[in-house]
């Protein structure tokens, strides 16, 4: 999904037409949702940290999180960014694996085997496991996923499942290990500004698919679609 998702306002550059008038009539949603769920669904949030390809290349400063929307297309947001909290799932995922795999529900024992192969070799399993939420932008005025898969990520996931259908601002800390080791981790508190909210109906349609994504079923995509640029350690 692209920022062209989004309901776009009534202006200069958008034709007075009504869009019912130009989708064909045997458009099926329910066959169309099997088209848009899983890896494919939604560009991500990234938090670029100094390990992360983006920051190697001097493309995005250390600290600043970026709008992935493919492996060489991305959107700098910033050191800290506005968001809607719109939804939260399990996720596990195999970017090592060729193709690449993802799962959704982690009673499954294909979950369960991708999070055992993560913590057995945390720096190169090629596996990550762990929160995506569902994010709203609305300066972008477009939903996007954002993946707390590292150990230090995921301590911060009771704060954003705690602002589900509220507004937070995302933004970042250091920490470090007893190697002396930094790296940066999300930082999530309730919005201080008011935000405009999502067109509700595409909400309604959004998060639906987003947490119905054939949780027992695998997903499959190439590694350059999937773009995983994680920042190590975790």
């Given at each position: 999904m692209s920022e062209a998702l989004a309901t776009p306002a009534q202006n200069a550059n958008t034709l007075p037409v009504n869009t019912?008038?130009?989708?064909?009539?045997?458009?099926?949603?329910?066959?169309?949702?099997k088209f848009v769920t899983g890896i494919?669904?939604?560009?991500?949030?990234?938090?670029?940290?100094?390990?992360?390809?983006?920051?190697?290349?001097?493309?995005?400063?250390?600290?600043?999180?970026?709008?992935?929307?493919?492996?060489?297309e991305f959107v700098d947001l910033g050191k800290s960014l506005n968001v809607w909290v719109c939804a939260l799932r399990m996720k596990a995922l195999a970017?090592?694996?060729?193709?690449?795999?993802?799962?959704?529900?982690?009673?499954?024992?294909?979950?369960?085997?991708?999070?055992?192969?993560?913590?057995?070799?945390?720096?190169?399993?090629?596996?990550?496991?762990?929160?995506?939420?569902?994010?709203?932008?609305?300066?972008?005025?477009t939903y996007a996923t954002f993946f707390l898969s590292s150990a230090s990520a995921r301590n911060e996931a009771p704060s954003l499942k705690a602002l589900i259908t509220k507004t937070a601002t995302l933004s970042s800390a250091l920490a470090e290990n007893k190697k002396k080791q930094k790296w940066h981790v999300p930082k999530a508190l309730t919005c201080s500004v008011p935000l405009?909210?999502?067109?509700?109906?595409?909400?309604a349609s959004v998060t639906s698919r987003f947490v119905n994504a054939m949780p027992s079923s695998v997903k499959k995509a190439d590694a350059a679609k999937v773009g995983v640029d994680a920042d190590r350690p975790q």
């Open positions: 019912e008038n130009l989708v064909a009539k045997s458009f099926d949603e329910t066959a169309a949702a494919d669904f939604l560009v991500r949030i990234q938090l670029c940290g100094s390990s992360t390809n983006l920051c190697k290349e001097g493309k995005i400063a250390v600290g600043n999180y970026a709008l992935i929307k493919n492996k060489n970017f090592g694996d060729d193709p690449v795999t993802v799962y959704y529900d982690p009673k499954t024992p294909e979950f369960q085997d991708i999070v055992r192969r993560a913590e057995a070799d945390k720096q190169n399993s090629g596996c990550m496991a762990g929160f995506e939420f569902l994010l709203y932008i609305p300066d972008k005025r405009a909210p999502p067109d509700m109906e595409e909400f």
